[in-house]
């Protein structure tokens, strides 16, 4: 081989090997682009397709009363009320952005720029003076993650960033954000903060005030106004220039937002809820009306529209405060229902909620004594052949039943009994257990039971004699609601605290459809409403409370050895109220009479504005002067005269046959004016 032709073999040799190794490594280039192209197309597909995990943002649901008024607050921690973005100020949003995530918009997620200029800072300080998380970061980490310092939750961080952003716009990570941050004192979201800090919501917040809010998430308890305000100053002047710096604002808006004074609410103080009671119990209706927990009720937004009138309500807890005053061991119940719809009043279900959180006039079955005779009575008017003027002996007596394998015997109170005919008026007045015991064994136990079933009381019911006399318990709102149906002339509605519900859209989700149902023949009901008025007169029960009522009302009193009860009603309110000891302890004989007066003053003090009003006799009603020793037809010979009520039909024809004589005039069903003893007795419940 010639020498110069040896000489260049390596030389060319070599130069084989770089153009092959140039191809190979421009191959390998080429295919590492590609790769990575693909990747990142894949990336982007991938991440596109992703959906953000449904995380439901807890807001505030609010009880609002029958006028409106907020009653309480549902948060479970966390005060927030969901608003869109065009409902929270500009100044606001661009200040969040200003000191949180000044490159929002032109990013994707995950910011490098700003990666790279905090870890600058960071390294030339040699602390950590900067962050690098954007504002999509901080939303992924709120919402998905922990706050934990380690590079699993810094890379979950920011995975999640990029499918949000992948699946959002910028303005709905801004309306997410800023409805998901922390401004302290248990206020989230910028409506909560802008409402609890200035009063106001937050489309209305100004330059100012927005600087100040955009500057509290960084350090909720160190900027706060309320705990630092040299700290949240120097925040919000902060923000104020980084606006004007970045051209958001001008420098001369920026120098006037400075100065400007900020007029912040008082800082937040625990209050007690209103009608705490009445609140627990709409809590448990809602929640099983919309089928969710009590939990999602209180942060999923909801407005609850309640029945509750708030001046019955404050009238309720005055009297019973008052009432109670000299009675510190006594506990109480009352509620009140309307019996023209059913719904739910007022409601005390304890004298101190803050100390015992047990709803007595709901939860608590108590025996209601000789306020569940005239359930006993309403069913005996249906029975044929009795009658408000049937009579039974007030003496002791022996009742035998079980097939006569036991025998009951009841005792009037103080064993006092009047050893002679008696009929439902003064059976009713002076509660004489004999009547009662003597009427339920007429007519059955059982229909005695169904009737209290008709009238919606669904706790057990022993069929035994003693039922007259209320030996089965029973709650508070039961006896009301029963209660409440014989006002309404036997029409009965089921007792209702939630008039409406709607979600955090405002979509109305619930409403109640108050529907009344028949289960008490009207004249019989009425004719009930007569006889129990007389519980205020002379001689009866409720005598002592007769001069704090200036209205008709119907009430029957009940007394136990451990529960004093008063349940009655006017035309426009029904009321339950119990006393007594949660224990069972024995009342004294001053605790015996704390219902009844309790009753009278709520009563008369909640309806002051409400014209006194005769209760209305239906078509089907006769009344007719009796003979009360008698109880047959009273003639103008009888010294003792009393106009009575029946079902058309059921009243005497005979005349006394004692006194003799012509019988009085019978002012009938179809007559157009009733008795003057109507006004007489409107006239003496107008004086006391």
Excluded at 108 to 123: Q, S, Y
Excluded at 477 to 491: H, K, P, R, V, Y
Aim: one cysteine or more.
């Amino acid at each position: 081989m010639p020498k110069d032709v040896s000489s260049r073999l390596p030389q060319q040799l070599s130069r084989r090997h770089r153009q092959a190794a140039g191809k190979f490594f421009a191959s390998l280039a080429g295919s590492g682009a590609l790769l990575a192209g693909v990747s990142l197309v894949a990336l982007f597909f991938f991440l596109h397709m992703q959906v953000p995990p449904a995380v439901p943002m807890p807001q505030t649901s609010f009880i609002l009363d029958a006028e409106g008024g907020v009653l309480d607050a549902l948060d479970a921690g966390e005060n927030r009320t969901v608003v869109p973005l065009s409902d929270i100020s500009p100044y606001l949003v661009q200040a969040t952005v200003a000191i949180e995530d000044r490159r929002f918009f032109e990013h994707h997620g995950i910011d490098p720029k700003g990666i790279a200029r905090a870890l600058f800072v960071n390294l030339r300080a040699m602390s950590r003076e900067q962050g690098a998380s954007t504002l999509t970061q901080q939303l992924a980490r709120n919402l998905y993650l922990t706050h934990d310092r380690t590079w699993s939750r810094k890379l979950k961080e920011a995975f999640y960033a990029l499918v949000l952003e992948s699946a959002l716009t910028k303005e709905q990570i801004l309306e997410y954000y800023l409805n998901e941050i922390y401004y302290g004192h248990g206020a989230y979201g910028a409506e909560a903060a802008a409402r609890l800090y200035f009063g106001k919501s937050a489309k209305k917040l100004t330059l100012a005030e927005s600087a100040l809010l955009a500057g509290i998430p960084k350090g909720p308890a160190y900027y706060s106004p309320y705990l630092n305000m040299d700290n949240a100053k120097s925040r919000q002047r902060l923000i104020l220039d980084k606006m004007a710096e970045y051209g958001v604002i001008t420098p001369a808006e920026a120098e006037s937002a400075k100065r400007a004074p900020l007029v912040l609410q008082p800082p937040p103080k625990p209050q007690p809820a209103r009608a705490p009671y009445f609140r627990d119990f709409v809590v448990r209706q809602a929640a099983a009306v919309l089928g969710v927990t009590e939990r999602e009720l209180a942060t999923g937004g909801y407005r609850i529209y309640t029945t509750l009138d708030p001046r019955s309500q404050e009238t309720a807890e005055r009297v019973v405060a008052r009432r109670l005053a000299d009675f510190p061991d006594l506990q109480v119940a009352l509620i009140a229902i309307d019996p023209r719809n059913g719904e739910i009043r007022a409601m005390v279900g304890g004298r101190d909620y803050t100390e015992s959180q047990f709803n007595r006039a709901v939860s608590a079955g108590r025996q209601p004594g000789s306020a569940f005779k005239p359930i006993v009575y309403l069913a005996a008017l249906e029975h044929p052949g009795f009658t408000p003027a049937t009579r039974f002996r007030s003496e002791p007596t022996s009742f035998s039943y079980d097939d006569g394998r036991q025998v009951y015997i009841p005792r009037n109170f103080n064993n006092h009994y009047e050893h002679d005919w008696i009929a439902l008026r003064e059976a009713i007045a002076k509660s004489d257990n004999v009547y009662a015991v003597s009427t339920i064994r007429l007519i059955g136990e059982q229909t005695v039971v169904a009737m209290a079933r008709r009238l919606g009381i669904t706790s057990p019911l022993d069929a035994v004699p003693s039922l007259a006399l209320g030996t089965s318990p029973v709650s508070p709102l039961e006896l009301a609601s029963a209660f409440a149906t014989i006002a309404n002339l036997g029409e009965r509605f089921e007792p209702a605290a939630v008039r409406r519900i709607e979600g955090p859209d405002g979509r109305v989700l619930y409403v109640r459809a108050a529907k009344p149902e028949r289960v008490v023949a009207p004249e019989t009901a009425y004719v009930l409403t007569y006889e129990l008025q007389g519980v205020f007169e002379p001689g009866a029960t409720g005598h002592r409370v007769a001069q704090l009522l200036k209205r008709p009302v119907a009430a029957k009193t009940g007394t136990t050895d451990t529960d004093a009860w008063m349940v009655g009603f006017t035309p426009e309110l029904a009321t339950a109220v119990w006393v007594g000891h949660d224990r069972g302890r024995r009342l004294t004989q001053a605790e015996s009479y704390a219902a009844a007066p309790i009753f009278a003053e709520f009563t008369e003090e909640t309806l002051a504005a409400v014209p006194p009003k005769m209760f209305r006799a239906p078509e089907r009603v006769q009344f007719v002067y009796i003979d009360p020793k008698t109880g047959a037809l009273a003639t103008d010979r009888c010294p003792d005269v009393r106009l009575e009520a029946f079902v058309a039909g059921t009243a005497p024809i005979e005349p006394c046959p004692v006194h003799g004589g012509q019988p009085h005039a019978l002012p009938g069903p179809d007559a157009k004016e009733r008795p003057k003893s109507w006004w007489d007795s409107l006239k003496r419940w107008w004086t006391g």
